[in-house]
């Protein structure tokens, strides 16, 4: 199993090679490669996860050089849990994406830049999930960013320029931040491993220890968007197209949290800004939730909504229980379906309603029922509606919250709650405007994927949405209900995760160290 850990990086970017030798005058063979490449990256993904979960965290040595010199590609439970989501999601955008694409028939869509940098993103995700080192997992947060700009800005509307100057901005102080962080910890430790750090950071003094914890944690901080350094993400993910902000949605902002998870755990495991944690999960639900409710468009209040629910998967890392980091691992697998089916369904409601401003829409549940019932269930889901995934996730966040027991976890467990209440009157208010009522017959013009692309609009001229969006739409919605049906194998699964996050050492022995590794040693 060890020679398939480097798969679901190498073959995103060989397909990636290999677009541009067919080049975009066939597009037929730029669809075939994507998404095959995705189906067997998926297909690999699942396979890891099974040899993890009944064997331990497999381990790929680059090359052959040995740790801590060489890079190290590590499969554990959690890194190959969040690679079998994110290759499901990316595939399931993938087909939506090419939906919309031919259904539009415009020969200007740029499917030689669209399809290798897709795929370029996913190889990027991928290395982040299974970097068994710092600066690899820097390397994949750039790939997968510089494909992101592309991503954001493809097509050159003023618009999306200007958002995707924003989010590189924003990108790079991070980047920075993190690059500096990685700099410091070599100074200190002589190594970025993270297995050999986790054994060499205890040994290091106590006010070093929080300086690099601090550094670590605003540089995925940036990137996983919690408050207060969220603000880049309601003006950047709206203006790119639907495929696009649903991809960005559901995954980018996970790998930042997966980040966090991976060094509040292995790395810090007592680490002193637990309470500063719990504090920013509780403005981050709180303060991002009340922008949701306020926003008179459907994206910009989803992306209010995603930024808000990055909260309950910071509480659970801060309480840093084996319950908590289940429920947290548990409520980012439901969130990377749920939002990113949201996303998409919104790209539906633009193409039939011809906008996403809330007052110009209405009376689409008349219009199209099939449509209203692919938006209620994720929404219903989002707020936590029993017995659905969505409120499992909560639930299991605010009984490890209760286990706990402390002033700071029963105000953390009150903010969730309201979150959620709050998130509830967000999604009926949206449902009673945009499917309920009357329609606005005012005219608007709608965004294709096409157009989106090249920067032109097209007034949607057909009642009938195209077979394989909603097809990959309703695909996506049916396995977020089947975290719901099998529940109790994934909630045994995700318990399995947090066990293993706390007790460390499946992890820290699986990494072949130079001499080998005795518990409370490094020799």
Not at 230 to 257: E, H, I, N, R
Request: contains cysteine; positive net charge; proline residues 5%.
């Amino acid at each position: 199993m060890n020679h398939l850990v480097s798969l679901p990086v190498l073959l995103p970017l060989f397909g990636a090679g290999l677009k541009p030798a067919i080049g975009g005058r066939l597009p037929r063979g730029q669809r075939l490669i994507s998404v095959g490449v995705l189906t067997a990256v998926l297909g690999v993904a699942i396979a890891l996860l099974v040899a993890a979960d009944r064997d331990g965290p497999v381990v790929a040595r680059m090359a052959g050089w040995p740790a801590p010199t060489g890079i190290v590609l590590v499969a554990d439970r959690l890194s190959a849990l969040m690679l079998v989501v994110s290759c499901a999601v990316t595939l399931g955008v993938l087909v939506y994406a090419i939906g919309q694409g031919r259904a539009d028939e415009d020969e200007a869509t740029p499917l030689s830049v669209f399809h290798p940098t897709y795929l370029i993103l996913v190889a990027g995700v991928a290395n982040a999930f299974l970097a068994g080192d710092l600066f690899n997992l820097y390397v994949g947060f750039e790939v997968l960013l510089a494909a992101s700009y592309v991503l954001l800005t493809v097509g050159g509307t003023a618009a999306r320029v200007r958002a995707g100057a924003g989010y590189v901005v924003v990108g790079l102080l991070s980047s920075a931040v993190f690059l500096s962080a990685i700099a410091m910890v070599y100074a200190a430790t002589g190594t970025v491993n993270l297995a050999q750090l986790a054994v060499r950071l205890p040994e290091v003094d106590p006010g070093v220890q929080l300086v690099l914890e601090s550094m670590l944690l605003i540089g995925f901080g940036v990137k996983a968007a919690v408050f207060p350094l969220s603000a880049w993400l309601p003006d950047s993910y709206p203006t790119a197209p639907a495929p696009v902000t649903a991809v960005f949605a559901g995954l980018l902002t996970k790998v930042g949290v997966y980040a966090i998870i991976r060094i509040q755990t292995l790395l810090f495991p007592d680490g002193r800004l637990r309470g500063l944690l719990l504090v920013v999960a509780a403005a981050t639900m709180i303060v991002a939730i009340l922008g949701a409710i306020v926003q008179s468009d459907l994206n910009r209040l989803l992306s209010f909504t995603l930024v808000s629910h990055i909260g309950y998967m910071v509480f659970g890392i801060a309480l840093a229980s084996a319950a908590a980091l289940s429920g947290t691992v548990f409520y980012a697998v439901h969130h990377i379906t749920v939002q990113t089916s949201l996303f998409l369904v919104v790209g539906l409601i633009e193409r039939r309603g011809g906008s996403t401003d809330l007052g110009r829409l209405g009376g689409l549940a008349r219009m199209s029922p099939a449509l209203a019932v692919l938006f209620f269930v994720p929404a219903m889901n989002l707020g936590g509606i029993p017995p659905l995934s969505g409120f499992l996730g909560k639930w299991l966040l605010l009984r490890a919250g209760a286990e706990i027991g402390s002033s700071a976890s029963y105000v953390l467990i009150g903010a969730a709650v309201g979150t959620s209440l709050l998130t509830l009157y967000a999604m009926a208010r949206v449902w009673g405007q945009v499917f309920g009522g009357s329609p606005d017959t005012s005219g608007a013009t709608a965004y294709s994927f096409a157009a989106s692309l090249s920067g032109r609009d097209v007034v949607a001229t057909s009642s009938v949405l195209p077979r394989a969006m909603t097809t990959a739409t309703c695909a996506l919605v049916a396995v977020s209900l089947a975290f719901t049906v099998l529940a109790g194998p994934l909630v045994a699964l995700t318990d399995r995760v947090g066990t293993e996050l706390v007790g460390r050492f499946a992890y820290i022995e699986a990494v072949p160290l130079p001499g080998g590794f005795v518990r409370g040693t490094d020799r």
